[in-house]
């Protein structure tokens, strides 16, 4: 069955420094998405992404970060300086089309979770 | 604003048990609402939904029924087995502003044989 896979599962970086999350979406889909999950705390959109570029995108996602779909079948998410409060669970999600098949089918496919910790 | 509050974990309950987590919502319009599972070193997965009013969804034994009178969408499963051990997210999503997701907290289950 097709998947979305991330890596790292786990990364471990010092404050201010760069972070990549990478993410591959299902083959044939075409709208992809960022969450996080803060411990204990919701699961919180951060931004989604489509036809190459931003559709979407929360109060989070501030000028720290930026997505980039770099080869056609990569999604990143980057943290250009990271802050403590950044550490979370990052979780990359696609969908095979936008508002219309969302109707629907109500459907996310979700990857496994990128956890992010910040020292 | 949209928002979802989900019961706080984590649930312990014996094989068999009657499951029910509880799920109520804030939202500016007429949401759909979800609920998805995240068993262990994977990712969400979605469970159910329902998308009108007294719609109930329903999935591998659990059901949710959505209820405008008292915004609420309670996941509930009559026997639960080991296998149904995992993290549990209800959400909304407004389709007037396009794709967002809105999520609870989460509640972890364990049901211990």
């Known amino acids: 069955e097709p998947e979305v896979t991330q890596t790292p599962s786990h990364q471990v970086t010092q404050m201010g420094q760069e972070v990549i999350l990478r993410c591959v979406p299902i083959s044939n889909h075409l709208y992809f998405y960022w969450y996080r999950q803060i411990l204990g705390q919701k699961v919180e959109f951060l931004v989604s992404?489509?036809?190459?570029?931003?559709?979407?995108k929360s109060e989070i996602f501030d000028d720290q970060f930026s997505v980039e779909r770099p080869d056609g079948s990569n999604f990143t998410l980057k943290i250009r300086s990271t802050k403590l409060e950044d550490s979370a669970m990052y979780f990359c999600?696609?969908?095979?089309?936008?508002?219309?098949?969302?109707?629907?089918?109500?459907?996310?496919?979700f990857g496994e979770g990128s956890r992010l910790t910040v020292l | 604003g949209n928002s979802v509050t989900q019961m706080e974990g984590p649930v312990t309950l014996s094989e068999e048990a009657f499951l029910t987590i509880n799920c109520t919502y804030t939202?500016?319009?007429?949401?759909?609402l979800f609920w998805y599972v995240q068993y262990p070193g994977e990712g969400l997965q979605l469970l159910l939904k329902?998308?009108?009013?007294?719609d109930k969804g329903s999935n591998k034994g659990f059901e949710a029924t959505y209820r405008k009178e008292t915004t609420s969408f309670h996941l509930e499963k009559g026997s639960v087995q080991v296998s149904d051990s995992a993290v549990y997210f209800c959400?909304?999503?407004?389709?007037?502003?396009?794709?967002?997701?809105?999520f609870g907290t989460g509640t972890s289950l364990t049901v211990i044989p």
């Open positions: 992404f489509y036809n190459n570029e931003i559709s979407e």
């Open positions: 939202a500016t319009g007429y949401p759909s």
């Open positions: 329902a998308t009108k009013a007294d």
């Open positions: 999600a696609s969908s095979a089309s936008g508002r219309a098949a969302l109707e629907n089918t109500g459907e996310l496919f």
């Open positions: 959400a909304l999503r407004m389709l007037e502003t396009g794709n967002q997701f809105y």
